[in-house]
């Protein structure tokens, strides 16, 4: 027979508080910098880029958040595009409508691989859904765009396997 223990927060004999427990049964640490949660995504559609204008939207989801304001969110991310796009143009990562150009790709004027990698850290945001937004936009804007295909495959390049994008949300005790 399971035993249950009902309790609302988790001391150490000398008063301090390590944890809550909230009413949906969420163990919420009080410690700065105390992991709460990691949500990883990922995406292996391939997709044409827009090649027109000076901005766009490389991938958008929603993300469920689970802390409120006493939470900071830190995503990490790793796109892998393909062909030639523009050498500059601004990278960014978008969290609940904060922006953080923080992304960068490596660019060379072929056909091959150009891998995007960044991070960003977003503060206050409330709990519940936040849309998450990485993307580009020029500041002169000039026509321009990272790159060709977001996650190549063998339509590509025959030497392909179909490649994955991803992202990594890190939910941390402010």
């Given at each position: 027979?399971?035993?249950?223990?009902g309790?609302?927060?988790?001391?150490?004999?000398?008063g301090t508080?390590?944890a809550?427990?909230?009413?949906?049964?969420i163990i919420?640490?009080?410690?700065?910098?105390a992991?709460?949660a990691i949500?990883?995504y990922?995406?292996s559609t391939?997709?044409?880029?827009s090649?027109?204008?000076?901005?766009g939207?490389?991938?958008s989801?929603?993300?469920t958040k689970?802390?409120?304001?006493e939470?900071?969110i830190?995503v990490?991310?790793n796109?892998?595009?393909?062909d030639?796009?523009?050498?500059?143009?601004g990278?960014?990562?978008e969290?609940?409508?904060?922006r953080?150009?923080?992304?960068?790709f490596q660019?060379?004027?072929?056909?091959?691989?150009?891998?995007?990698?960044?991070?960003?850290?977003?503060?206050?945001?409330?709990?519940?859904?936040q849309?998450v937004?990485?993307?580009?936009d020029?500041?002169?804007?000039?026509?321009?765009f990272?790159?060709?295909?977001?996650?190549?495959?063998?339509?590509?390049?025959?030497?392909?396997h179909?490649?994955v994008s991803?992202?990594?949300?890190?939910e941390?005790i402010?």
């Amino acid at each position: 027979m399971a035993s249950i223990i009902g309790v609302e927060t988790l001391q150490h004999t000398n008063g301090t508080t390590a944890a809550t427990i909230d009413s949906s049964g969420i163990i919420k640490p009080t410690a700065s910098g105390a992991v709460m949660a990691i949500r990883h995504y990922s995406n292996s559609t391939r997709t044409a880029m827009s090649q027109t204008g000076s901005s766009g939207t490389i991938w958008s989801f929603t993300d469920t958040k689970v802390g409120g304001t006493e939470t900071d969110i830190i995503v990490q991310i790793n796109i892998i595009g393909k062909d030639d796009g523009s050498g500059t143009v601004g990278t960014y990562i978008e969290y609940g409508g904060s922006r953080s150009y923080s992304a960068a790709f490596q660019y060379e004027s072929s056909a091959y691989l150009k891998p995007m990698t960044g991070s960003m850290k977003a503060t206050g945001k409330a709990s519940g859904s936040q849309t998450v937004t990485i993307g580009w936009d020029a500041a002169n804007s000039a026509t321009t765009f990272p790159f060709v295909i977001l996650n190549p495959n063998s339509t590509d390049d025959a030497r392909n396997h179909q490649f994955v994008s991803t992202v990594t949300v890190y939910e941390v005790i402010a």
